[in-house]
């Protein structure tokens, strides 16, 4: 699915109205506009599109994979009773190769 959409078009404004629906976004949030130096991808080139699509699935699949994790290292914590403890005293900062827990 994640391959297909990145490959049809990625559409921000379906993804929030998604989000909005689910209420993970509050009504009447407004997308941000687009950085002046990255290309609209409407006016790229075939190659140069398949290219920043296949950039964006190699993120999307880090970002899916992360969030396994760290959602099993939750899971582990809340299981031997440490998760209150962390959550409540600590901030998590994940770096590319460590994960920095901070009191």
């Known amino acids: ?10 559409c921000k404004k379906e993804r929030l109205n998604k989000q909005i629906e689910m209420g993970i ?13 990255l290309p609209d991808p ?9 290219t920043l699509g296949k950039k964006m699935e190699l993120y999307a699949g880090m970002v899916e994979n992360l969030d396994y994790h ?6 582990y914590l809340k ?13 998590v900062i994940t770096e590319p190769k460590e994960m920095i827990f901070l009191k």
């Open 79 to 91: 299981e031997i009773g440490e998760y209150e403890i962390l959550s409540s005293s600590s901030l």
């Open 70 to 75: 760290i959602g099993r290292l939750i899971n």
């Open 42 to 50: 409407i006016v790229l080139a075939p190659a140069a599109k398949a």
């Open 1 to 10: 699915m994640l391959v297909n959409m990145i490959r049809d078009g990625y």
């Open 25 to 37: 976004m509050p009504a009447g949030t407004q997308l941000a506009e687009r950085m002046w130096f």
